[in-house]
């Protein structure tokens, strides 16, 4: 359905949490481009058969250790161009595990800093997340909105956002902050602490009833993961966005009732029931984002939503039987 466009101008890269979803199709298409990759991941969420299809590549290499462990990971770095670094601790694990969340996601982003710092890196690519701005002030989003997150996982992202400013300021280590939002496709967590979009498929796919937290008023924009890919790649290769922080979505807007509804529809599961539970803390209510400022830089959201969701419902379809959910 979908290829890459963009061509990473390095040579080498190291992607940490290169094992996860994110990671996985970053590391894949640097791959299939002839670059040198090496995949960072301590395999807690990280998958193994996410980069099984890489392992024989002899322009990839697999290094299992924590972001957090500064040196042990120092020697990986070197001889590397260019970091893109995904490892985090995800949205739900905040709500569990609030030190956890600040060890991975800001301990680990010094770390990550650091080495490459020391490696003397031409570049980081950080990825953050749409939760650092908190409610909407005013709608789109922008990249100048006030930043205000509601949740542990904003704050610790917005801290690793700090500690690239510094290094950048302290040590002149260039860098690109990426703001994710809602990324989904192929290979995303589809257990109940995963993405709500495999969430639904899942439930639809074993004939469970789909559960909203809230009334599915929300509202959120979907980014299919190899238009994020293609960000990743083009905030790498322009020297003007080197300092800068990007909102990397879609601007596609959906409800999570809306949402629910699709799924079942391309899933041909439309009797399928709709649950309602108590809103979330720290579930923020809207997201209308302006993505004008990448789109400025050259990058266009290819992936429609209907085509990305049923190329996404496709693929968990093969992966549910194979494992024989």
């Known amino acids: 359905m979908y290829k890459a466009k963009i061509d990473l101008k390095y040579n080498s890269c190291l992607v940490t949490g290169g094992a996860g979803f994110i990671g996985s199709h970053i590391c894949e298409e640097a791959v299939n481009q002839g670059k040198r990759v090496i995949c960072l991941d301590n395999m807690v969420a990280g998958k193994e058969e996410n980069i099984a299809g890489l392992r024989d590549k002899k322009n990839f290499t697999f290094f299992r250790a924590d972001v957090t462990d500064l040196e042990t990971i120092v020697p990986q770095f070197k001889e590397v161009d260019i970091v893109f670094h995904n490892a985090a601790s995800k949205c739900t694990?905040?709500?569990?595990?609030?030190?956890?969340?600040?060890?991975?996601?800001?301990?680990?982003?010094?770390?990550?800093?650091?080495?490459?710092?020391?490696?003397?890196?031409?570049?980081?690519?950080?990825?953050?997340?749409?939760?650092?701005?908190?409610?909407?002030?005013?709608?789109?989003?922008?990249?100048?909105?006030?930043?205000?997150?509601?949740?542990?996982?904003?704050?610790?992202?917005?801290?690793?956002?700090?500690?690239?400013?510094?290094?950048?300021?302290?040590?002149?280590?260039?860098?690109?902050?990426?703001?994710?939002?809602?990324?989904?496709?192929?290979?995303?967590?589809?257990?109940?602490?995963?993405?709500?979009?495999?969430?639904?498929?899942?439930?639809?796919?074993?004939?469970?009833?789909?559960?909203?937290?809230?009334?599915?008023?929300?509202?959120?924009?979907?980014?299919?993961?190899?238009?994020?890919?293609?960000?990743?790649?083009?905030?790498?290769?322009?020297?003007?966005?080197?300092?800068q922080v990007y909102n990397a979505a879609s601007g596609i807007k959906v409800t999570i009732l809306e949402l629910a509804g699709l799924v079942k529809e391309l899933m041909g599961k439309t009797s399928l029931p709709v649950e309602f539970a108590d809103w979330r803390s720290g579930d923020i209510k809207v997201f209308d984002i302006n993505n004008s400022k990448i789109k400025e830089l050259g990058l266009s959201f290819e992936t429609d939503f209907r085509a990305g969701l049923q190329a996404t419902i496709d693929w968990y379809k093969g992966y549910f039987k194979a494992q024989r959910i």
């Not at 980081?124 to 409610?135: D, P």
């Not at 703001?179 to 469970?208: C, L, M, N, T």
């Not at 789909?210 to 009334?215: E, K, R, V």
């Open 93 to 243: 694990v905040c709500r569990q595990d609030p030190f956890l969340d600040l060890k991975v996601n800001t301990w680990g982003t010094w770390c990550v800093l650091e080495a490459s710092r020391l490696a003397k890196v031409k570049k980081v690519i950080v990825a953050s997340t749409g939760s650092v701005y908190g409610e909407a002030r005013y709608l789109p989003q922008d990249e100048e909105h006030p930043v205000k997150p509601r949740s542990n996982y904003g704050v610790s992202k917005l801290a690793g956002e700090r500690y690239a400013e510094v290094f950048k300021e302290y040590y002149g280590l260039d860098y690109s902050v990426i703001r994710y939002f809602h990324v989904y496709g192929p290979r995303q967590e589809s257990a109940e602490w995963g993405g709500v979009i495999p969430i639904f498929i899942r439930r639809a796919w074993q004939d469970k009833p789909l559960t909203i937290f809230g009334d599915g008023s929300q509202v959120r924009s979907f980014t299919y993961v190899k238009d994020d890919v293609n960000a990743n790649f083009l905030l790498a290769n322009d020297s003007r966005a080197n300092g």
